[in-house]
């Protein structure tokens, strides 16, 4: 199966560390997105990559937030100085090409834990 | 701004009863409409999806229409089972948006009883 990965699948850390996630894409999509989950809330949208490009960024995503797409492939999530607002799941998705009705596949997400 | 906005929960079923989940939408032009299904453990699944008015999107025995007059997607199905049980969530693409992220209502959790 080569749907979307995401690594880890669990991080639990200390208010003020940094963490890093990991998103694989399938292969040959062109956009990737993150998303974040908080309990009993749907998915919220933070940025979205076509290749390696960044293109967008939600407001919800703070300066402590950085994302990166070298070579259109993975994706990586880095949130500094972590807060315990930054508790929450932290979902990847792909899609082929971004359009309006093309389907995005999720990864099985990073749940965050801020002590 | 868009939105969607999605029947609360919990519902909860008996096996081989019928299935509505409300969803309405608030969105500028002609949105994409969207279910996805999260089983327990599961990432998100897209359920089925609808790109214009009058659309009817199915799979699984799941079925919604695109209602433009009245801005709905409501989810349905005949006979539900056990196996259902899980967080559905309406989503749409909006029209004129060119990044093409999802918007997501707050997710209805459906669990069935045999």
């Known amino acids: 199966d080569t749907g979307v990965s995401q690594d880890p699948r669990h991080k639990i850390t200390k208010r003020g560390q940094n963490v890093t996630f990991r998103c694989d894409p399938i292969s040959e999509h062109n956009r990737l997105y993150w998303y974040r989950q908080t309990l009993g809330q749907g998915p919220e949208f933070l940025t979205y990559f076509q290749n390696e490009a960044q293109l967008e960024k939600s407001r919800l995503l703070s300066d402590r937030f950085s994302a990166e797409r070298p070579k259109g492939s993975f994706s990586t999530l880095e949130i500094q100085r972590t807060e315990q607002g930054d508790s929450a799941m932290y979902l990847c998705a792909s899609s082929l090409t971004g359009g309006r009705g093309d389907t995005q596949y999720f990864g099985p997400g990073t749940r965050l834990t801020v002590l | 701004g868009d939105s969607v906005t999605q029947m609360e929960g919990p519902v909860t079923l008996s096996e081989e009863a019928f299935l509505t989940i409300n969803c309405t939408y608030t969105a500028t032009g002609y949105p994409s409409l969207f279910w996805y299904v999260q089983y327990p453990g599961e990432g998100l699944q897209l359920l089925l999806k609808?790109?214009?008015?009058?659309d009817k999107g199915s799979n699984k025995g799941f079925e919604a229409t695109y209602r433009k007059e009245t801005t709905s997607f409501h989810l349905e199905k005949g006979s539900v089972q056990v196996s259902d049980s899980a967080v559905y969530f309406c989503a749409l693409i909006a029209n004129g948006g060119s990044q093409g992220n999802l918007i997501f209502g707050k997710g209805t959790k459906l669990s069935v009883k045999p």
């Open positions: 609808a790109t214009k008015a009058d």
